[in-house]
């Protein structure tokens, strides 16, 4: 769950800023953007942020927020919930798993986040896992790719059926620290995203960074999520302050 939560955070801040849109259900006017393609069985913890959320509400009454994980952060407050989705929106917006670095670039440019942007907040996969209909086409196709690795992969990834089977995103699933960025300096990346960021391009550089200072990373890596999370914040009268994080008030 440690992967899935700043995950949430990513994919509700690039649909419209930072609101809370994600987490709603579908009405009848409009279509949840849990049900978009990058969202749909990848995205999850949402009954673990309404248990947060009522946790919070019993102890400190409404109006509260909460941000769990390491690093940590001071997360601002003020913000309010969107009353509304667009799962075509998300569709459009998203990053996908299948990006090079020049897409990359300018979606996350279009968010108003830059090159350390991107490769700080790429970092956030050094926890979690992937489904092997996201990363087959790599590890069958992809030129920069050890062998070894891939050989690897195909073990428990298909070239038919299996989709749902889970790869490491890195060798450290479950801890917050670098091997996600010396896997890229190896040709180890699980995703065509990942490896965009070490592969003869102008990110090169910050990734050999991360990779041998801990320290640089986490700084970034902060600083990215608070920059994200202060994507187009709904405030003063806009939006509204949902009592269930589900469903517009």
């Known amino acids: 769950m440690g992967a899935s939560l700043p995950c949430l955070h990513f994919h509700d801040c690039f649909v ?19 049900n978009v393609r990058e ?18 509400d019993r102890v ?12 940590t952060w001071n997360v601002r ?16 917006v998203l990053p996908s798993a299948s990006m090079d670095l020049p897409a ?25 896992l992937s489904q092997c209909s996201i990363f087959r086409n790599r590890i069958y196709n992809a ?9 690897e992969r195909r073990s428990t990834c298909p070239r038919t059926g299996g989709n749902t089977n889970l790869g490491p995103l890195d060798p450290t699933p479950a801890r917050f620290d670098t091997a996600y960025f010396k896997n890229l300096v190896k040709q180890r990346g699980l995703l065509t995203s990942d490896q965009a960021l070490f592969n003869g391009g102008s990110t090169d550089k910050l990734v050999k960074t ?22 187009k914040p709904l405030t003063g009268k806009q939006g509204e302050i949902r009592v269930n994080w589900r469903k517009v008030n």
């Open 210 to 231: 991360y990779s041998l200072n801990p320290d640089a990373f986490w700084d970034d890596f902060t600083k990215s999520m608070i920059k994200m999370g202060n994507i």
């Open 77 to 92: 407050l003020g913000r309010r919930d969107s009353t509304t989705a667009s799962r075509i929106l998300a569709d459009s």
């Open 16 to 34: 419209n800023g930072y609101n809370g849109s994600l987490l709603l259900d579908s009405t009848s006017t409009f279509e949840s953007e849990k």
């Open 143 to 151: 030129t920069n790719i050890d062998p070894v690795f891939a050989k």
């Open 39 to 56: 969202n749909l069985n990848s995205v999850r913890g949402f009954e673990v942020v309404d248990q947060i959320k009522a946790k919070a």
């Open 104 to 128: 990359l670039i300018d979606n996350f440019k279009n968010q108003g986040l830059n090159q350390r942007d991107l490769v700080a907040l790429s970092g956030g996969h050094t926890i979690g």
């Open 60 to 71: 400190c009454g409404r109006l509260v927020i909460s941000a769990c994980g390491d690093p």
